[in-house]
């Protein structure tokens, strides 16, 4: 045994060297330099004059078995095998790699030029959910139909078809797909990937979005019936009296000794810094101060919370609630100032967009007289 140990060690240390040697053979070879007379030219190395010339890879046979480099741009990766297709074979894999780690949309496929548009031009520039939205779309609906043909391939024919299956599924996916596509081939364009957008040419079913409603007094009082003695009263309040979004939802830090609430804004792109708005605290909130600041209200997701509103309320769904909010505000406050406390662009001018600034003063005294 104790010999068997020695022989594999020495085995291991003499292609260490084997791998080093190959190593400075392959440079030399590079630059031109002639191995033969180097220094590292070893005396039992045998060239054999069938060996394939593939530009990037260098092999060749020393003994009983065959080495091989792959330099590309700066990346050098070396092998050792037995086997002369084997050892083929993983060079080529290696310097595609190599290849496509230096352009990933080398291959021009859909798949690689879309990964590589998403994760470089379109995420720094939206915010994280709508980011997290399209490649979710991606994934699931663009990647296992047509991700794996190449750009140059797909015509307006194909998309037709395919879009006629996704809008069956969905007109509201659909429609993303279609803008997503279509900045893809546009970029495509742009690289000289391809001469023409096949999107220019495909027809695609628009898609009607329905705005929510706004509770009547009714729906509210049946509402605050329903939630009074159970677990999800201190959270459908919270929504109610904040019109805050899902995604702000658990980003809300009450501060009732200012009769405050600073919200973090879920509407940011990836190179903005982050956003807070500060809105004054209503007063149907402030029997709810214990159980609020308890924070127990948090552990209720959105999505948990929209399951209740549809078994309490039966029509619409939760984001009726921050209509329900702006549109009671509305009766009492000023239009520019319930779009502040919504999180909406304030204006459209200079003077709303830059230095318009709502004394919290005023914006409690606003508050103060609405009730709903």
Known sequence: MEIQHYIDALTKIDNAIAQVIGAL????????????????????????????????????????????QVTYEGKKKSFTRKNKAELIADCKATLEEFKETADPTKRRVLDTVARYYLEN????????????????HYQKHVKPKIGSLKISSITPI??????????????????????????????????????VNPMRAVKVLRHERENGKALTPEQIKKLKNVIENTEYKTAFYILLYTGVRGSEYDKLEFDFNNNVIKIKSSKLKQHQKEKYR???????????????LKGEWQQYTP???????????????????????????CLTAPLELVNFWAGHTVGKDMTS????????????????????
């Open 25 to 68: 053979q392959g440079e030399i070879y590079k630059q031109g330099g002639d191995i033969k007379n180097s220094a590292f030219y070893p005396t039992k190395q045998k060239e054999e004059p069938n060996m394939p010339k593939l530009k990037n890879i260098y092999i060749y046979k020393r003994d009983k078995y065959y080495y091989g």
């Open 121 to 136: 031009l379109k995420k720094p520039f939206i915010s994280d959910s709508y980011y997290n939205t399209l490649f979710k």
């Open 158 to 195: 194909i998309l037709q078809g395919y879009f006629e299956e996704l809008t069956s599924y969905s007109t509201r996916i659909a429609e993303d797909v279609k803008t997503l596509l279509n900045q893809i081939f546009e970029y495509s364009v742009g690289n000289n990937f391809i001469k």
């Open 278 to 292: 500060t809105i004054p605290i209503l007063s149907a909130l402030h029997p709810l101060k214990d159980e609020i």
């Open 303 to 329: 999505q948990i919370l929209d399951r209740r509103y549809k078994e309490f309320v039966g029509v619409g769904r939760l984001n009726w609630l921050r209509h329900t909010f702006q549109t009671y505000c």
């Open 353 to 372: 967009k830059v230095y318009l600034h709502y004394p919290m003063e005023y914006q409690q005294k606003m508050a103060s007289n609405i009730t709903y």
